[in-house]
């Protein structure tokens, strides 16, 4: 259980804000050149990037990706015994685990990001079904947390 004054919790989604915004400036055209930019590169981007904002990371963060082949996914493979750093292609599903500290308070963010494959003008749709299934159960769990009271 975790325990949060008011002030903590208003600032608590300023951090999540800005953890997003920095997610998706890794993610985007600037940072990821596809045949070029490896997982690591993005993963060190961040880094300088949280710096510059005179911040910290809650944890050094990862960026991996699959790749989609006609042979069977290996998921353990892909996220265990994955080489240290990949190159991005298109067609391929990225996924970061990011976090901020400020305050004391921290962030734990995992986004994924799909590139385009050329002549691609949208995200496949078997991948949106995924994501629906996964943010469905993601409200499912988190419809049953609970905010309490807490007073001293």
Not at 48 to 53: A, H, R, T
Not at 88 to 114: C, E, K, T, V, W
């Amino acid at each position: 259980m975790k325990t949060r004054s008011e002030m903590e919790m208003q600032v608590y989604p300023n951090l999540i804000e800005l953890g997003h915004q920095v997610i998706a400036e890794a993610f985007s055209n600037q940072v990821v050149k596809p045949g070029v930019t490896t997982t690591d590169d993005i993963v060190w981007w961040l880094r300088e990037k949280v710096l510059d904002l005179r911040l910290q990371t809650w944890f050094h963060p990862t960026v991996s990706l699959q790749r989609s082949s006609n042979e069977k996914f290996d998921h353990l493979q892909a996220f265990s015994e994955r080489p240290k750093a990949q190159i991005i292609m298109p067609g391929d599903l990225l996924h970061m685990d990011f976090g901020l500290s400020y305050l004391r308070l921290h962030s734990d963010q995992q986004q994924h990001a799909y590139v385009l494959k050329p002549n691609e003008t949208d995200v496949p749709l078997y991948l949106k079904k995924a994501l629906a299934s996964a943010n469905r159960l993601q409200d499912i769990f988190t419809a049953t947390l609970q905010v309490r009271s807490h007073r001293q």
